[in-house]
């Protein structure tokens, strides 16, 4: 079981820039899918961005393109989500999490192993 502790959030202004952290423990992280999800008050939780193991292809939702970029470092476990431009509507707890083989790549349905979560609140 692979255990995952998000860190970086915080309280920014809009247009400022956060870069979070998923640090994992356990083996075969270099193997796995890694996604990131966030969700606000209210509302469900929802897609961000996805790297494969290698790496080589990334995965962003639409309404952050340009804005998140999303990385990782096989050799100390750790996945990043780059946040630019931030937007009020970026506010929300941002959970990192591993894919599961054979699932949506964009539904929470198909990670487990969630994090617990950091805070990202931008102020207008």
């Known amino acids: 079981q692979v255990q995952l502790v998000e860190s970086g959030g915080g309280l920014v202004q809009a247009g400022g820039s956060l870069r979070l952290s998923c640090a994992a423990s356990?083996?075969?992280?270099?193997?796995?899918?890694m996604g990131w999800f966030r969700q606000a008050p209210g509302k469900k939780r929802e897609f961000v961005a996805a790297?494969?193991?290698?790496?080589?292809?990334?995965y962003i939702v639409d309404s952050v393109k340009g804005r998140f970029t999303i990385s990782r470092d096989n050799a100390k476990n750790t996945v990043f989500l780059e946040m630019n431009s931030l937007k009020p509507e970026d506010t929300a707890v941002y959970y990192c999490?591993?894919?599961?083989?054979?699932?949506?790549?964009?539904?929470?349905?198909?990670?487990?192993?969630w994090g617990q979560g950091t805070q990202v609140t931008v102020s207008s």
């Open positions: 999490a591993k894919k599961l083989p054979g699932y949506n790549l964009a539904s929470a349905t198909g990670y487990d192993s």
């Open positions: 356990g083996r075969s992280f270099s193997t796995n899918i």
């Open positions: 790297i494969r193991g290698s790496g080589a292809d990334t």
